[in-house]
T-cell receptor, first 116, second 116 residues
Framework: DTGVSQDPRHKITKRGQNVTFRCDPISEHNRLYWYRQTLGQGPEFLTYFQNEAQLEKSRLLSDRFSAERPKGSFSTLEIQRTEQGDSAMYLC??????????????FGPGTRLTVL | AQSVTQLDSQVPVFEEAPVELRCNYSSSVSVYLFWYVQYPNQGLQLLLKYLSGSTLVKGINGFEAEFNKSQTSFHLRKPSVHISDTAEYFCAVSDENDSSASKIIFGSGTRLSIRP
């Protein structure tokens, strides 16, 4: 068990550019979550997948944001036409959700995005 | 809707002193409760969680928390802190009856700084 990994760890981009982040969950985990954390705040839920299906999206996730988990394993989060307000830490978490049970989310180290 | 309030944004404590980080939540349904720790430039690590049963929950690194339903609180305690406990601590809640997302609602965090 190598934990949740995210790549890159840091990304600096200019306003208007597109960026893509990758998350590799713990291998047997069927759920994958994306959160955004701005300075001085707790993480805010963005979206989550059960296997390859994206089941919920927050209102925080504007049309410029898209997330995929094509084979039910790794996931990508893309931000198009970045804005300075997109600057934040993007956290990925994964969990193993079993029928009728609760699940514990394990977080990756995050990708820190800076939009100039 | 659920919410989490962490009453102290910063808590300075001398090394080997006891500490309590306060957390109150509001919810119209039964909840699961969590404390996560975030060390500088790292992702979140689960300290402890309350799902059901005993209201006193013991976690890693000598931390414990007590669930108080009547006061809607879940305060985190440690009898003697160490320099290595310097970090940001997040209290969080999820809906026990949420059969879909189990998304976590985080508080804004408490920065614990340990003075030698």
């Amino acid at each position: 068990d190598t934990g949740v990994s995210q790549d890159p760890r840091h990304k600096i981009t200019k306003r208007g550019q597109n960026v893509t982040f990758r998350c590799d969950p713990i291998s047997e985990h069927n759920r994958l979550y994306w959160y955004r954390q701005t300075l001085g705040q707790g993480p805010e839920f963005l979206t989550y997948f059960q296997n390859e299906a994206q089941l919920e999206k927050s209102r925080l996730l504007s049309d410029r944001f898209s997330a995929e988990r094509p084979k039910g394993s790794f996931s990508t989060l893309e931000i198009q036409r970045t804005e300075q307000g997109d600057s934040a830490m993007y956290l990925c978490a994964s969990s193993l959700r079993l029928a009728g049970g609760s699940d514990t989310q394990y977080f990756g180290p995050g990708t820190r995005l800076t939009v100039l | 809707a659920q919410s989490v309030t962490q009453l102290d944004s910063q808590v300075p404590v001398f090394e080997e002193a006891p500490v309590e980080l306060r957390c109150n939540y509001s919810s119209s349904v039964s909840v699961y409760l969590f404390w996560y720790v975030q060390y500088p430039n790292q992702g979140l690590q689960l300290l402890l969680k309350y799902l059901s049963g005993s209201t006193l929950v013991k976690g890693i690194n000598g931390f414990e928390a007590e669930f108080n339903k009547s006061q809607t609180s879940f305060h985190l305690r440690k009898p003697s802190v160490h320099i290595s406990d310097t970090a940001e601590y997040f209290c969080a809640v999820s809906d026990e009856n949420d059969s879909s997302a189990s998304k976590i609602i985080f508080g804004s965090g408490t920065r614990l700084s340990i003075r030698p």
